[in-house]
């Protein structure tokens, strides 16, 4: 059977663009699969440790001051990055239902901040620090954010949590320590 010239070009086009598609789609599959393994390991990084002093952070008026000595327990701790958006609507949404969280304080940590200030609190209801490293070799280590810290008030850490998610379920305190 003899086909058109045409048939058979965009018969090969097609054949191409599908192998390209299932290429990246390959790609896409195994970066996520990458990112489910990371977000897995971070959520359990530390938890059932007590946060350590020494974790120098930036205050609101720019003073260094320790991390720990700064958080009163129990409390929620987000570590945001100022290039992520899901980190805004984890912010507002903090920002704007602070007041109702179940007995926990929230504090905000932006990492790798670089006096931009995309931050802070309409009310100043929240506490805001910064830090212009990403903190690797520290407590609060870990590459995804947003990641959400819930502290007991001994400031064990209770839970983690890492990725994406609703902003909802991302501050939601857990119920038992």
């Known amino acids: 059977m003899k086909f058109p010239t045409y048939l058979l070009v965009t018969f090969i086009l ?24 990371l977000m897995n390991a971070e959520r359990t990084l530390n938890v059932g440790k007590v946060l350590p002093p020494g974790i120098l952070v930036a205050d609101r008026d720019g003073k260094q001051v320790d991390l720990r000595s700064a958080m009163h327990g129990p409390v929620t701790l987000l570590k945001l990055n100022p290039g992520c958006p899901p980190c805004t609507d984890v912010f507002k949404y903090a920002d704007s239902h602070a007041k109702e969280k179940q007995g926990a304080s929230i504090a905000v940590l932006v990492v790798e901040d670089k006096g931009s200030k995309p931050y802070t609190s309409a009310d100043g209801g929240l506490g805001v620090y910064t830090t212009a490293s990403k903190l690797d070799d ?40």
Do not use: H, Q, W, Y
């Open 14 to 37: 097609s054949s191409a663009a599908s192998a390209t598609v299932a290429s990246e789609t390959a790609a896409n599959s195994a970066e996520a699969k990458n990112f489910v393994k």
């Open 138 to 177: 520290s407590f609060l280590a870990g590459e995804i954010t947003p990641s959400v810290f819930f502290f007991d008030k001994n400031l064990r850490l209770v839970e983690r949590r890492a990725g994406l998610t609703t902003p909802e379920t991302m501050l939601r305190f857990p119920t038992s320590p």
